[in-house]
């Protein structure tokens, strides 16, 4: 499956216990194919909480299965939250699809004891 200028995955992360954009985050993107599980890159929000660049653009885009894994306790130990040991949340994987080659916006919105996500525009 080849990628086409259409598609592109993006993400952002809000920190809705602070309601401010999450800067710092790590983010490991995986492509998922069977059983197997390929780290395609790690990278972090910037200070609007968002990658400097999409993901996934133009010829590295491609349809199928995929995981966002967001080191989401790390972050909240960096601003100072004490967090529980363990963790309530500490990685926070999102696993979704990827079936036209459009765009693709996969958010975060975090806080020390819960999270959501969506597919965003």
């Known amino acids: ?6 598609g592109r995955l993006t993400t952002h992360v809000l920190d809705t216990a602070s309601g401010k954009p999450a800067a710092g985050l790590s983010i490991s993107l995986f492509r998922i194919e069977g059983e197997e599980r390929t780290l395609l890159k790690t990278v972090s929000t910037n200070s609007d909480g968002r990658c400097d660049a999409p993901l996934l653009a133009g010829p590295e885009f491609a349809t199928g ?38 765009h693709y916006h996969v958010p975060l919105l975090v806080s020390p004891y819960g999270y959501s996500t969506y597919r965003g525009s």
């Not at 499956?1 to 259409?6: A, F, K």
Request: proline residues 5%; hydrophobic residues 45%; negative net charge.
């Open 1 to 6: 499956m080849s990628g086409t200028e259409g």
């Open 65 to 102: 299965e995929y995981e966002l894994v967001f080191a989401a306790g790390d972050y909240l130990r960096a601003q100072g939250i004490a967090l529980s040991e363990p963790a309530f949340l500490d990685i926070v994987p999102i696993r979704f699809g990827m079936a036209e080659h459009r």
